[in-house]
């Protein structure tokens, strides 16, 4: 998605605001580490960062939170997802399992209801046009017509992403009205 494009067309910003790859990259990483803060409609209050290691410049955690389905938007589960951010390529990688043991001893397993699902998040384009890229892979036995049609109206959606949203608001300070 080109983002500038589609503040341009379909959002009033005040004062006017057009992103930056390093700042939709600053985006992605406060998206990564606070999804119950960027993505409300999708995660729960109270979702859980594990400490970050660092391997030059790739940051690795763990987040566990409860999600909101995405075939059943009323029911949640817990979501175990290890975070890899690769800061030099602006490239966000979420992979999901089904069961994590952290450091401290405890113990997470992975709720029922949603598949087991890898996320790549990204930044792309040119630094005054920049893309906000995501792709999905949910592990499922087979085709799963309403995980489909969930995901097809997410494509479809001619507004930003929530969390680039929220974003302008909450830590860029804008004042942002959909047309």
Known sequence: ????????????????FEYTGARLWDMEVRKAKAPDLFIPTVVLPG???????????VE??????EQRLWVDRASAALIIEHVRLDHENRR???VGDARFEAPDG?????????PIFHVEHSVGGGGEDPLNLWRIVNLTEG?????????????HDRYLRIFIEVHLREVLGRELVRR
Not at 47 to 57: F, I, Q
Not at 106 to 114: E, H, L, S
Request: no cysteine; proline share 7%.
């Open 1 to 16: 998605m080109r983002v500038n494009e589609v503040l341009r067309e379909r959002y009033v910003v005040s004062p006017p």
């Open 60 to 65: 690795e955690f763990t987040r566990v939170s």
């Open 143 to 155: 085709r799963d017509p309403a995980l489909m049609a969930a995901f097809d109206e997410l494509a």
């Open 47 to 57: 979702a859980e960062k594990l400490p970050s290691v660092w391997r030059g410049r």
């Open 106 to 114: 405890r113990v997470f397993t992975a709720g029922t209801g949603q």
């Open 92 to 94: 966000a990688f979420f």
